[in-house]
């Protein structure tokens, strides 16, 4: 069975930052992909940005130069570090990852969520 377990969410100032991880376990041989989404009331999820497993990231527009993706591939985590938060930026924030299984399944897995809330 593949896990993945999210923190660091909360409440937060306008201008603060949070650092959300997501650390996975299980039966995993290689983790690809690794992601963060978010949805917030009355929305769509929506992809914020990825990682490859050679690093290469992407991000949508509005937390591009505020955001920052990163992962630990030992500690098969990631990590989303915001900053200059805005209220709009107020939403359930899933981990989502691309994982081969040791028995040669391929899977996409899901978080349970992490709330971030930006308020004063």
């Known amino acids: 069975q593949v896990q993945l377990v999210e923190s660091g969410g909360g409440l937060v100032q306008p201008g603060g930052s949070l650092r959300l991880s997501c650390a996975a376990s299980?039966?995993?041989?290689?983790?690809?992909?690794m992601a963060w989404y978010r949805q917030a009331p009355g929305k769509q999820r929506e992809l914020v940005a990825v990682i490859t497993g050679g690093g290469l990231t992407n991000y949508i527009d509005s937390v591009k130069g505020r955001f920052t993706i990163s992962r630990d591939n030992a500690k098969m985590t990631v990590y989303l570090h915001t900053n200059s938060l805005k209220p709009e930026d107020t939403a359930v924030y899933y981990c989502?990852?691309?994982?081969?299984?040791?028995?040669?399944?391929?899977?996409?897995?899901w978080g349970q969520g992490t709330l971030v809330t930006v308020s004063s």
């Open positions: 299980g039966s995993i041989l290689i983790t690809y992909n």
């Open positions: 989502n990852a691309d994982i081969e299984t040791l028995d040669y399944r391929r899977l996409e897995v």
